[in-house]
């Protein structure tokens, strides 16, 4: 069976501006914390008599500086997280995507125009930017 979870976390750990070890399903109160997080991933959007076409969404979160008063930081850290999906509009527009077993992968794109702020840490220091992302393939299982 495909680890499409371990092929995703290989994948997306090309980042260059990556500032911390690519976690999977953990988000920790720390700066530039970047983790993968699962969504409703891996099921069929299209199915043939054999294989189909699937979608895999996830979730990317990113733990960065804040803010409460009138600095730039909290632009600049939008900024900061916007460049990920940058990255990710130009691994699809040159078809550079991870490597699924028994599977060839069509896209990956963001589904969001830019970072969503999910929530900001009790201390009012650390601020949790998230933004989603789908890998659209063909398998033949």
């Known amino acids: 069976m495909d680890n499409k979870h371990k092929a995703v976390v290989e994948y997306l750990s090309q980042y260059p501006e990556l500032k911390s070890y690519l976690y999977f399903n953990t988000n ?35 733990m960065k500086s804040y803010d409460t008063g009138t600095s730039n930081i909290n632009m600049e850290e939008m900024f900061d997280v916007q460049k990920f999906m940058l990255w990710i509009d130009e691994q699809n527009k040159i078809k550079n995507y991870p490597k699924f077993e028994n599977a ?38």
């Open 28 to 62: 920790k109160e720390q700066e530039n914390h970047t983790s993968i997080n699962t969504t409703t991933s891996d099921y069929y959007f299209k199915k043939y008599f054999i294989g189909g076409i699937k979608y895999y969404d996830l979730a990317i979160s990113i």
């Open 104 to 141: 060839e992968i069509l896209s990956i794109e963001n589904l969001q125009s830019e970072p969503t702020l999910s929530g900001v840490n009790e201390s009012g220091d650390i601020a949790k930017y998230m933004f989603q992302i789908r890998i659209k393939y063909l398998t033949k299982e």
